[in-house]
Structure formats: structure tokens, C-alpha cells
T-cell receptor, first 112, second 114 residues
Framework: GQQVMQIPQYQHVQEGEDFTTYCNSS?????IQWYKQRPGGHPVFLIQLVKSGEVKKQKRLTFQFGEAKKNSSLHITATQTTDVGTYFCAGKGGTSYGKLTFGQGTILTVHP | SQTIHQWPATLVQPVGSPLSLECTVE??????LYWYRQAAGRGLQLLFY??????ISSEVPQNLSASRPQDRQFILSSKKLLLSDSGFYLCAWSVMGGSKNIQYFGAGTRLSVL
């Protein structure tokens, strides 16, 4: 079945440093989504990428979808303490109805 | 606007006891519904999903079952809980047949089986 690998599992940064998490799928995806889960909370949708090579920005967050539609990345510039949480990528295959395959997540800790 | 309700927020149950977690969605019709489990510090494991009333697909063989008695109601059950059933249970919904398939999660239930 479809697998989505996400690295790193943990990332500790000083406030102000940049952060990147990477996502790689075993199969070509029709789209990829990113979610953020704050400590003690539930996952919240951030963004969806659909097109090959697509790049989207949300303030300090930059999301990329690979040309082959099998990998993606999330980059945060100048992290803040409010960025703390777990970031998940989730891929949708071509015939998976509404199902998403989630990566294992990257737990981000930001030290002030 | 759409909302998803999940309860209870926290639950402590003895081994061997039954379980019933309920999830309801408001403000949308015919949604896809999902149950996930998340172990501490880990990723999301899809347990069940449903594309319609009475239609349940199981992703992982286990001690749990799911039912969808109404369009916007999704229930997760167990007849006898095991220690390994402890975790954070999340219900989610997405638009039926939509191209975006964005999933909206409930606040979750933290289950401790002792």
C-alpha cells in the first residue's frame, strides 16, 4: 500500500532559526496536504498542494510539491515559539476516495 | 458553518470494559467520516472510514469496531478493552467526493485503559 515517510521525527531549534520537514511518498500523489497539531490539540489543516512543482507561502511558511508529485517540504523561516507542535504531511492517491495517508509527523520544539 | 463534535474528551476505563465513542458533524451532508488513533508522540493511524450510512471500511484488524447509524454520526466501539487500546482517538470528516479531501478533526478523546 501507499506509504508516506516524513523526516526528521524531531527537530529542536532556537527561536529565530529556520526549520524544514520533508515528506516522501512511495507512489505518485494526486495532492498533498499539511496539518499542524499543537501540543495537546488536534490536527488542523494548513494547506493543500495539487500541481507538480507547486510552491505556496503562508507568511513565514513555504510549502513545496515535487515535480514528480511524490515529495513535499514545509519550510519555516525564523521560527517563533508559536510554531511549536507536530507537522504532518498527508498524501492522497489517485483512487483512495477521501482517504489520506499521513506521514509520521515532525515534532518541532522552539527554544526561546 | 460546519462543526464536528467528539466526546468524551477524556476517558479512563478498566481492561475488559466496553467502549463507545461518539462523533457527530453539523452543517454538512453525506460527509466521509474517519476514526484515527494516535499513540503518544506518534503519527495518525487510520482505523475506520465511512463513505455512507452503514458503510464501514476497516483499515487495521483490531479489537475495535465502528458504526454509522446516521449520516452525520460515527461511533467507535469495543466489547472488551485491552491495555493496547489506550491512545488519543480522533474523528474527522471530509467532503464527499470533493477534490480537496481536506480533513477536519474533532478535539479528540484521550483514552486510558488501566
Amino acid at each position: 500500500g501507499q506509504q508516506v515517510m516524513q523526516i526528521p521525527q524531531y527537530q529542536h531549534v532556537q527561536e529565530g532559526e529556520d526549520f524544514t520537514t520533508y515528506c516522501n511518498s512511495s507512489t505518485t500523489l494526486s495532492n498533498i496536504q499539511w496539518y499542524k497539531q499543537r501540543p495537546g490539540g488536534h490536527p488542523v489543516f494548513l494547506i493543500q498542494l495539487v500541481k507538480s512543482g507547486e510552491v505556496k507561502k503562508q507568511k513565514r511558511l513555504t510549502f513545496q510539491f515535487g515535480e514528480a508529485k511524490k515529495n513535499s517540504s514545509l519550510h519555516i523561516t525564523a521560527t517563533q515559539t508559536t510554531d511549536v507542535g507536530t507537522y504532518f504531511c498527508a498524501g492522497k492517491g489517485g483512487t483512495s476516495y477521501g482517504k489520506l495517508t499521513f506521514g509520521q509527523g515532525t515534532i518541532l520544539t522552539v527554544h526561546p | 458553518s460546519q462543526t464536528i463534535h467528539q466526546w468524551p474528551a477524556t476517558l479512563v476505563q478498566p481492561v475488559g470494559s466496553p467502549l463507545s465513542l461518539e462523533c457527530t458533524v453539523e452543517g454538512t451532508s453525506n460527509p466521509n467520516l474517519y476514526w484515527y488513533r494516535q499513540a503518544a508522540g506518534r503519527g495518525l493511524q487510520l482505523l475506520f472510514y465511512s463513505v455512507g450510512i452503514g458503510q464501514i471500511s476497516s483499515e487495521v484488524p483490531q479489537n475495535l469496531s465502528a458504526s454509522r447509524p446516521q449520516d452525520r454520526q460515527f461511533i467507535l466501539s469495543s466489547k472488551k478493552l485491552l491495555l493496547s487500546d489506550s491512545g488519543f482517538y480522533l474523528c474527522a470528516w471530509s467532503v464527499m467526493g470533493g477534490s480537496k479531501n481536506i480533513q477536519y478533526f474533532g478535539a479528540g478523546t484521550r483514552l486510558s485503559v488501566l
